[in-house]
């Protein structure tokens, strides 16, 4: 899980106490601070869990144990005891004074960080946690309930922190422009359907403005940066990346090298780290290194916005919902599919000229892909 994570929530279980078991078989859905991930079988058995769905573990700590003997046959001479393992290896977790305080001071020991060998639960961690005061347990919502409470999940709680830092921590400044989506539109319009047939999956709008961020970027190189204490990093690679949002939270999983990416290329890794961050099984390896954030509001229907910078990062750029408006076009009013462009930078590093200038480019592009092509 990366040194940095010391602790999650089992969020919920997957499998009922006493259920058989494949290998490989998903069990679990771990939420630490930084990402959720899921918890697969280790071997196939009959499981027997240790710990209730919502509780906080420790990397490392035994959630549940599997008899892998189950219908299967051992290699080797046969064991002397014929007690099933998962009696001989569940006791430990809970020895009889473990359960009696449980019991008595109606602790739940799989919500104690246990001391002892193994990362077991004492009677000294019983009574200690005994001690401490219990937080309410959520409850489900009755009927006529004005209100229902639920502790913030580790991942949630990182993403409020890290909100805050930015506002406190930049001087975000925003500034707006819209492009006119007509020739994006089109393109997707005449060769979706030969797109399809060769790569399996449509092409959609991210694509087109991942190379023209790219090309801003390059154009616009201050927009490229970082600040680590009182030093400016310029960067000179173009790891883009794209804000998903699960039922979990907001991710922003990283697509790297767009600059040597196709639009297939692209638009197949994005589809690959938005299934797996809604699935639960992204890595930190798939957050970390971007140097630029593209957030996409329009897919819930956000006319405009001002997006949060994901900080360290300089800038961010907000695209949003594609609506027919009228516009002047060489002395005509015409309706065009029209989306409004946002792009939040810090002004510590990043002047107003450039943030300007890197969104008329973005704009450009998307107006007229055809400049990438001849290098413009």
Known sequence: MGESISTGILAKWHVKNGDAVKKDQPLFELETDKITSEGTAE????????????AEVRIGQVVALIDA??????????????????????????????RRLSEEMGVDPAAVAGTGKAGRVTKADMLQAAAQPQPPAPQPAQAGERQTRRKLSPLR?????????????????TTFNEADMSAVMAIRSRYQEDFVKRNGLKLGF???????????????????????????????????????????????????????LGMAQIEKAIADVASRAREGRITLGDLEGGVFTITNG???????????????????LGMHAINSRP????????????????LTYDHRVVDGREAVTFLVKVKQVIEDPARLLVGL
């Open 43 to 54: 071997a196939a058995g009959t499981i027997t869990l240790g710990v209730e769905a919502g």
């Open 298 to 316: 329009g897919t819930f229907g956000s006319l405009l916005s001002t997006p949060i910078i994901n900080s360290p990062q300089s800038a961010i």
């Open 157 to 173: 709680q990182k993403i409020a922190e890290r909100l805050v830092a930015v506002q406190n921590g930049a001087a975000l400044l």
């Open 327 to 342: 516009v002047a076009l060489d002395g005509q009013v015409v309706i065009r599919p029209m989306m409004y462009l946002a």
């Open 69 to 98: 003997g189950t219908g299967a046959a051992p290699d080797g001479p046969p064991a002397p005891a014929p007690a099933p393992p998962v009696a001989a290896k569940a006791a430990p977790l809970q020895p009889p004074s473990v």
């Open 206 to 260: 991210m694509p087109f403005f991942v190379k023209a961020v790219v090309h801003a970027l390059r154009e616009v190189p201050a927009i490229n940066t970082l600040i680590e204490g009182d030093t400016l990093v310029q960067n000179h690679y173009y790891d883009i990346g794209v804000a998903v949002s699960t039922d979990r939270g907001l991710m922003v999983p990283v697509i790297r090298d767009c600059d040597t």
